[in-house]
C-alpha cells in the first residue's frame, strides 16, 4: 500500500509538472510585468525598456520599441490585444506611463513626474478609461494616481482622501501585482512599511480609501508583494522575504470581507511574488516554484515546475503567462 500510494504521489507531480510550457522571449533580461488578454495574445515587459508581445500563444515573442532610453518597465497592463499600458519605475522623472493603441507600433508619454520624491511602483484598470497607479509615500502621504481618461490625465488622489501613510510606507514593483481592482467600484493595494504590512482598499472608485493592518511579516526585504480577489469580498495577499525564497513565514493572508480584515494562512512553499485568481482558482508563483488553492486560499498545493517573478490569467480562463529572470516566460494551463 505505501509503494502504491508513493507511486500514486509520483505520477501526480509528473502531470503537474508538464502544465508549464517554457518558451522563447528571445531576451534574457528580467521580465517582471506581463499581461494577458486571451488564449493567442499576452504582453510582458522589463528591464533595458523590453516590451514584448506574442499574438500566436507565445510560439513567437515580438519585441517592441517604446523608447531609446534605459527604463525599467515593471510593469505592463494590457486592455485589449492593440492597446496596453507599461510603467517604469525610478526616482523622479524615471517613473513613468506609456501607451500603446496599436498593437506597439507607436507609444505616447503619458505621464512622466518631475517630483524627485516620486517613485512608481505598479498600476492596474477597471475597464479601458479608469485606472489607478499606486506609489511610494511622499512625507507621510500616500501617492496614489487616477485616471478617467484612459490615461490622457493623472492626477493625484488628495490626501484628505487618504489614511496617514507610515513611515516610508509604499509598494514592492516586484510583480506590477500590488493592486487589485473589482466591478467598477473596488480596489485594494499592497503596501509595506518598516515594521506593518497593509492594505489601502476603495469601494467607491477610488475617491474614498481605509486601510486595514494585515498579519503578514513586514521589514525591508518583506512585506505584501501581491494580492488578487475574486470578487468584492474573498481575496488573498502573499509575499514574504525576497531574500530568503525558500521560506515560508508569515507569507499569505485572506479576507471575506472586503479587506476589512486578514487572517493568517499557511502552505506556500516559499516566497511568494504574485497571486492571481481564475475560475475557482488562486496561485500564487514566486521565483522558486508555484502553489494553487481551491478554497480560497486557506489551503495550498505545491505545483511542480518553474519559478517566475510575476504571473496572469487570461480572463476566464485557467490558462496564463508567467515571466522572470533573465527573459523567462512560461505559459500555464491548469
Not at 499574438?55 to 505592463?76: C, Q
Not at 497592463?77 to 522623472?93: C, F, H, K, Q
Request: proline fraction near 2%.
Amino acid at each position: 500500500m505505501k509503494n502504491l500510494s508513493l507511486l500514486i504521489v509520483a505520477v501526480l507531480l509528473l502531470t503537474l509538472s508538464s502544465n508549464w510550457q517554457i518558451q522563447n522571449s528571445g531576451v534574457t533580461v528580467r521580465l517582471r510585468g506581463v499581461s494577458v488578454v486571451s488564449d493567442r495574445v499576452a504582453w510582458a515587459s522589463g528591464a533595458s525598456s523590453k516590451v514584448l508581445r506574442t499574438g500566436d500563444g507565445g510560439a513567437t515573442w515580438k519585441a517592441l520599441h517604446v523608447t531609446d532610453e534605459a527604463l525599467d518597465f515593471r510593469d505592463v497592463d494590457a486592455i485589449s490585444e492593440r492597446t496596453a499600458y507599461v510603467l517604469s519605475i525610478g526616482n523622479g522623472p524615471a517613473s513613468r506611463i506609456y501607451k500603446t493603441t496599436d498593437a506597439g507600433k507607436t507609444w505616447a508619454l503619458q505621464f512622466k513626474t518631475l517630483d524627485s520624491k516620486a517613485f512608481l511602483d505598479a498600476m492596474s484598470f477597471w475597464d479601458a478609461t479608469h485606472g489607478l497607479v499606486i506609489g511610494d509615500s511622499i512625507d507621510g502621504k500616500f501617492y496614489v494616481l487616477i485616471t478617467q481618461d484612459g490615461g490622457a490625465t493623472w492626477s493625484r488622489i488628495p490626501g484628505d482622501k487618504l489614511p496617514p501613510a507610515l513611515e516610508n510606507e509604499g509598494a514592492f514593483a516586484a510583480s506590477g501585482t500590488n493592486i487589485a481592482v473589482f466591478d467598477k467600484t473596488h480596489a485594494w493595494i499592497g503596501t509595506g512599511a518598516a515594521n506593518k504590512a497593509r492594505v489601502l482598499y476603495t469601494t467607491d472608485g477610488g475617491h474614498n480609501w481605509n486601510v486595514a493592518d494585515t498579519p503578514l511579516k513586514s521589514g525591508q526585504s518583506s512585506g505584501i508583494f501581491s494580492l488578487a480577489f475574486r470578487d468584492a469580498r474573498h481575496g488573498v495577499i502573499v509575499g514574504g522575504d525576497y531574500t530568503k525564497e525558500k521560506e515560508a513565514i508569515d507569507n499569505v493572508a485572506v479576507t471575506s470581507d472586503g479587506g476589512a480584515t486578514w487572517t493568517l494562512g499557511t502552505g506556500l512553499s516559499g516566497f511568494r511574488s504574485v497571486v492571481a485568481y481564475s475560475q475557482g482558482v488562486f496561485i500564487a508563483v514566486g521565483p522558486s516554484g508555484t502553489d494553487v488553492s481551491n478554497d480560497d486560499g486557506k489551503t495550498w498545493t505545491p505545483l511542480e515546475g518553474p519559478g517566475f517573478d510575476t504571473f496572469c490569467f487570461v480572463k476566464g480562463n485557467k490558462l496564463g503567462w508567467g515571466s522572470g529572470a533573465q527573459g523567462s516566460i512560461g505559459k500555464l494551463s491548469l
